[in-house]
């Protein structure tokens, strides 16, 4: 059995972003050489998640506005996470609504996907640098 682990690193420049990192998990996999097998994406920060959906601007902006009101960024007051000095608790719990990982099979050198599946980073306190881990295994 093959193993391949890349690291992919974002900055987003606002709190909040959804990117499409398909292209750099397809290119994981080209380099891994795998072509059977199963490759797992998730996110390094308990403030970011890695999600399989569609890449549709609409969809990403009823994500945002679903989350907010789940877990509002504003007042910071309201959550005891804040009381150490951080704002950041609305993104813990945004990261676990949205997930930590995804795992896609490996079907002839191919990510393989359902109808309209892509695989983005969520990102709920950017501004810095942050990571995703990419394992492939298989032959
Ligand atoms: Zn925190």
């Known amino acids: 059995m093959k193993s391949h682990r890349k690291e992919l690193w974002f900055n987003a420049p606002s709190r909040r972003d959804f990117m499409n990192i ?19 994406v998730n996110a390094m920060h308990i403030t970011a998640s890695v999600f399989i959906n569609d890449d549709e601007r609409g969809l ?28 950041n608790a609305d993104a813990h719990l945004k990261r676990t609504i949205m997930g930590r990982e995804v795992v896609v099979a490996v079907t002839d050198g191919k990510l393989d996907f359902g109808p309209w599946e892509q695989i983005f980073y969520g990102e709920f306190d950017g501004r810095r640098k ?7 295994i298989g032959e």
């Open 60 to 87: 990403h902006a009823d994500f945002e506005k679903w989350l907010e009101g789940f877990a509002p960024h504003e007042p910071i007051g309201q959550y005891r996470h804040n009381d150490t000095g951080e704002d």
């Open 22 to 40: 398909t292209p750099q998990v397809e290119q994981a996999l080209r380099e891994s050489g795998i072509t059977e097998g199963l490759c797992l």
């Open 130 to 136: 942050k990571r995703v881990l990419v394992k492939i």
